[in-house]
């Protein structure tokens, strides 16, 4: 079955980096972007952006332009998520998940890295 | 780009129907697919209508899903609702530069 295993939470000061990982398997990892969302405490779902371990195409959320990098390694089937510049609201829980191009349909979920930017 | 506009909240009393939508602010609700999303408190998201209507294996048929071109949105129609159905329900499309957007979700209460 189609799993997506995430890295563990991270506590990070202001202005720090933090990069998450995502591993997966049962599937062909080249076949599927990988999206990621992030969720603040309390808060609804935000989109941070998508790519595609196929060719590398990349697609972010404009909020985050310039501090998010994604990159994926198709040796490993293993993709990452790297956000600079950390403030005290980028604490959230990250999602990556696997995204069907064709109707940008997200499934399934990992199960979420809780990082935690403070002081 | 649009946005995703949902009710903060519905309840409904178990066993009856209940309806959340989700309404487009520009653009055609018709123009791209959406799906809806159940988080339950402490959990992970999970899909219960990908491509406007379509089901996921394991879903159970009470949860359905439509689109409506004269209001401009998408609906998520759970019949006889169950306690179990009580979650935060999100929906989500994109545009034609294949970014994301999710609504800001619906917080489902079963009385």
């Known amino acids: 079955q189609v799993q997506v295993v995430q890295s563990g939470g991270e506590v990070k000061k202001p202005g720090a980096s933090v990069k998450v990982s995502c591993k997966t398997s049962?599937?062909?990892?080249?076949?599927?972007?990988i999206g990621w969302v992030r969720q603040a405490p309390g808060q609804g779902l935000e989109w941070m952006g998508w790519?595609?371990?196929?060719?590398?195409?990349?697609n972010y959320a404009q909020k985050l332009q310039g501090r998010v990098t994604m990159t994926t390694d198709t040796s490993t089937n293993t993709a990452y998520m790297e956000l600079r510049s950390l403030r005290s609201d980028d604490t959230a829980i990250y999602y990556c998940?696997?995204?069907?191009?064709?109707?940008?349909?997200?499934?399934?979920w990992g199960q979420g890295t809780l990082v935690t930017v403070s002081s | 780009n649009f946005m995703l506009t949902q009710p903060h909240s519905v309840s409904e009393s178990p066993g009856k129907t209940v309806t959340i939508s989700c309404t487009r602010t520009?653009?055609?609700?018709?123009?791209?697919?959406v799906q809806w999303y159940q988080q339950r408190p402490g959990s992970v998201p999970t899909t219960v209508i990908y491509?406007?209507?379509?089901?996921p294996s394991g879903v159970p048929d009470r949860f359905s899903g439509s689109i409506d071109s004269s209001s401009n949105s998408a609906s998520l129609t759970i019949s006889g609702l169950k306690t179990e159905d009580e979650a935060d329900y999100y929906c989500?499309?994109?545009?034609?530069?294949?970014?994301?957007?999710f609504g800001g979700g619906t917080k489902l209460t079963a009385l």
């Open positions: 520009s653009g055609s609700i018709a123009s791209n697919y």
């Open positions: 989500q499309s994109y545009d034609t530069s294949n970014q994301v957007v």
């Open positions: 790519i595609s371990p196929y060719n590398g195409n990349k």
């Open positions: 049962g599937y062909t990892f080249t076949n599927y972007a």
């Open positions: 998940t696997r995204l069907t191009g064709t109707s940008f349909w997200f499934d399934p």
């Open positions: 491509e406007d209507n379509q089901r």
